[in-house]
C-alpha cells in the first residue's frame, strides 16, 4: 500500500512529537491536528498559569509567593548589586559601632562607648570596603549553599565562620548603609 504526502508528514510529526498511533475515522485530518494539539497542549502551557501568577504577584505586592518561600535568598539576591555598587564608589564611611576581641569574636560597642571620644572613631575607607566585602560574601553564601555540589569541610567552616561574621556586620551596620 502506497502511502500519501499526509501519511508520510503526519508519521514524521508522530516521530519527532512523541505521539502513539491513533485510531481514526473518517475525519483523519482534524483527529490528527486534535492529536498534535492535545499533546502539546501542556507542553505549551505548561507553568504558564503560576508564571502569570507570580508576575501580577510582582506587581502589585512587589513580590511574588516564590520570594516569600525562601526570603534569605530573595534578600540576598537583591542586596549584593546594591552592596557592590555602594562598594565601589561611596562618599564617606560609617562610625566604629563595634570592635572584634582577640579570637575574632564581635562585640557591639553602646553609643557611650562610640561618642566617648571626641570625635568619634570612623573607618577609613579600607576598612570600610572590608567591612562590606564581608557583608556581601555573607549574601553570596546564602545564594551559594542551594547550588553546592561539592563539600570540603574545612573550606565550608572557614566560609561559614565569615558567613555568621558578615551577617552581623550586617545587623550592626544596617542603618549605616547609605551614601
Not at 127 to 144: G, H, N, S, Y
Request: hydrophobic content about 35%; overall charge positive; proline content about 3%.
Amino acid at each position: 500500500m502506497k502511502k500519501n504526502k499526509l501519511d508520510i508528514k503526519l508519521a514524521e510529526i508522530k516521530s519527532l512529537w512523541g505521539g502513539g498511533e491513533p485510531v481514526y475515522s473518517k475525519y483523519r485530518p482534524i483527529e490528527e491536528l486534535c492529536i498534535f494539539i492535545s499533546s502539546w497542549k501542556y507542553k505549551l502551557t505548561k507553568g504558564l498559569y503560576y508564571k502569570l501568577k507570580y508576575f501580577f504577584q510582582r506587581h502589585t505586592r512587589g513580590y511574588d509567593d516564590l520570594d516569600k518561600w525562601n526570603a534569605a535568598w530573595y534578600i540576598a539576591r537583591k542586596a549584593i548589586p546594591v552592596l557592590t555598587a555602594m562598594r565601589n564608589s561611596f562618599h564617606g564611611t560609617s562610625l566604629r559601632w563595634h570592635r572584634e576581641d582577640r579570637f575574632g569574636e564581635i562585640i557591639d560597642l553602646t553609643r557611650d562607648e562610640v561618642f566617648a571620644q571626641d570625635p568619634p572613631i570612623s573607618f577609613t575607607e579600607d576598612e570600610w570596603r572590608a567591612v562590606l566585602d564581608d557583608i556581601i560574601f555573607a549574601f553570596q553564601f546564602t545564594i551559594d549553599e542551594d547550588k553546592r555540589t561539592e563539600f570540603n569541610e574545612k573550606k565550608y567552616n572557614n566560609d561559614y565562620k565569615r558567613h555568621k561574621h558578615g551577617l552581623k556586620l550586617f545587623s550592626i551596620y544596617y542603618m549605616n548603609l547609605w551614601d
